[in-house]
């Protein structure tokens, strides 16, 4: 198996320190508040810009020769795709903390803890702002509306599980969705976006997009163990806010097929990613053969996780 974590790590590392710069604001304290998760060593893990800067080697058609002097010139658009949608995760986390009244992020204080929801609160505002204001300088319309399109499936799957009625708690079509918003629309709509940057055709970009989506889904253990034991609906319906209903959920999901069954739903996602990769055009080009078949590792290593 590749790493395609290292087969781009140069430039998601080039990514990183141009997401530092590119949060200056006038106000010093922006400045570091928008910052705080671009700090070296406090980035996360690097799986969203690894994906897309190998979406881009996986769609390239073969370069020819004289074209390799203007690699950077390829490079630069999905890369500048890249820390957008960093941007925009670390807003979207940052915002999800105070909403949350989380204490900590990635092992260290959350920002809203280290300066309070009102600066927090500024400071994700600010990086949407940032993170527009560069995809508009790309001058295309259909990647600021592929971008705009996931920002709004962030708030939308958030307020999905703020509001939430017992019945939809149950539901595994809600779960899906919220989960797709939340934590899938963002990658599968830049994928897109990388596609479209690249001059690809409609049926490409679609591919990109339904990588990216069935990567970005996560699973359901308790709704499945809730279908063999449905006495878990009332803890489920809950929503386990209280430590007891958490402690039921646990036994019956030992006892249960929950969790293979979740197994399985990953590992259907994993194939369908790998086949997205395979319905793409032929290509010769050796750079986007191993990237393909990076990205299909890629996801193989991510349901590996979920174990
Ligand atoms: C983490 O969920 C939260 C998200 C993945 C998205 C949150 C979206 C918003 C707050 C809407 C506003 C969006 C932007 C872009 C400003 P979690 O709380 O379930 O998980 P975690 O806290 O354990 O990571
Ligand atoms: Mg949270
Ligand atoms: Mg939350």
Excluded at 120 to 135: C, H, M, N, P, T
Excluded at 212 to 217: A, D, F, P, V
Aim: one cysteine or more; glycine letters at 4%.
């Amino acid at each position: 198996m590749l790493d395609p974590f290292a087969l781009v790590k140069d430039e998601v590392s080039e990514v990183s320190n141009r997401l530092r710069s590119m949060v200056a604001a006038e106000v010093p304290e922006l400045t570091s508040a928008a910052g705080y998760f671009f700090r070296a060593g406090a980035e996360g893990k690097t799986t969203c810009p690894t994906v897309l800067l190998l979406m881009a080697s996986a769609i390239r058609t073969d370069t020819p020769v004289s074209t390799i002097g203007s690699m950077n010139e390829l490079r630069a658009k999905p890369m500048c795709i890249a820390e957008i949608t960093e941007m925009i995760h670390v807003a979207s986390l940052i915002h999800d903390d105070v909403l949350d009244l989380a204490d900590t992020r990635r092992g260290m204080d959350s920002l809203n803890s280290a300066v309070g929801n009102k600066l927090a609160i500024l400071a994700g505002d600010f990086l949407l702002f940032r993170a527009f204001s560069a995809a508009g300088s790309l001058d295309n319309a259909e990647v600021v509306s592929l971008l705009a399109t996931a920002l709004n499936n962030l708030v939308t799957g958030e307020l999905m599980q703020m509001n939430v009625t017992p019945a939809q708690r149950c539901s595994m079509d809600y779960y899906l969705q919220k989960t797709y918003y939340k934590t899938a629309a963002l990658i599968s709509n830049s994928c897109k976006a990388v596609a479209v940057l690249a001059g690809q055709t409609a049926d490409v970009a679609a591919l990109a997009y339904q990588y990216g989506r069935h990567l970005g889904i996560v699973t359901a253990p308790v709704l499945f163990a809730m279908e063999e034991f449905p006495e878990l609906r009332e803890s489920v319906e809950r929503g386990f806010h209280d430590p007891s209903d958490v402690a039921t959920a646990l036994e019956y999901l030992a006892k249960s097929e929950g969790i293979e069954r979740t197994r399985l739903l990953a590992t259907e996602h994993a194939k369908l990613a790998a086949r997205a990769i395979d319905a793409l055009p032929e290509v010769g080009d050796r750079v986007a053969l191993i990237s393909r078949q990076a990205l299909k590792d890629l996801a193989q290593k991510l349901i590996r996780r979920t174990k």
